[in-house]
């Protein structure tokens, strides 16, 4: 089990950039790891996936201007955003993909990173 700080958010205006990191306390090379987010009064959703393999997946709305990456040797999983609309306003966060009870210590999800994207 693990701990995970998510890092890399901030206020960007429509058309920027951000990168998010996804630091882990232990090993993921085991686990698909994903970045899920939550806007509010909305439910979290997945946005990027990787495999321990390194196949991506991403959700329709950002497909095309995101792109999630993982270094296993650092224990790290990233996701560089391009293009950022305002509907990307969200709490960012990354678990296991699917989240896995026995991944994060205590099934705890980490405080995430605030992503604002605003002009």
């Known amino acids: 089990q693990v701990q995970v700080v998510e890092s890399g958010g901030g206020l960007v205006q429509p058309g920027g950039s951000l990168r998010l990191s996804c630091a882990a306390s232990?090993?993921?090379?085991?686990?698909?790891m994903g970045w899920y987010r939550q806007a509010p009064g909305k439910q979290r959703q997945l946005v990027a996936a990787?495999?321990?393999?390194?196949?991506?997946n991403y959700a329709d709305s950002v497909k095309g201007r995101f792109t999630i990456s993982r270094d296993n040797a650092k224990n790290t999983v990233n996701l560089q955003m391009n293009s950022l609309k305002p509907e990307d306003t969200a709490v960012y966060y990354c678990?296991?993909?699917?989240?896995?009870?026995?991944?994060?210590?205590?099934?705890?999800w980490g405080q995430g990173t605030q992503v604002t994207v605003s002009s």
């Open positions: 232990g090993s993921i090379l085991r686990y698909a």
């Open positions: 990787i495999t321990s393999g390194g196949s991506t």
């Open positions: 678990n296991s993909e699917p989240p896995r009870p026995w991944f994060l210590q205590g099934d705890s």
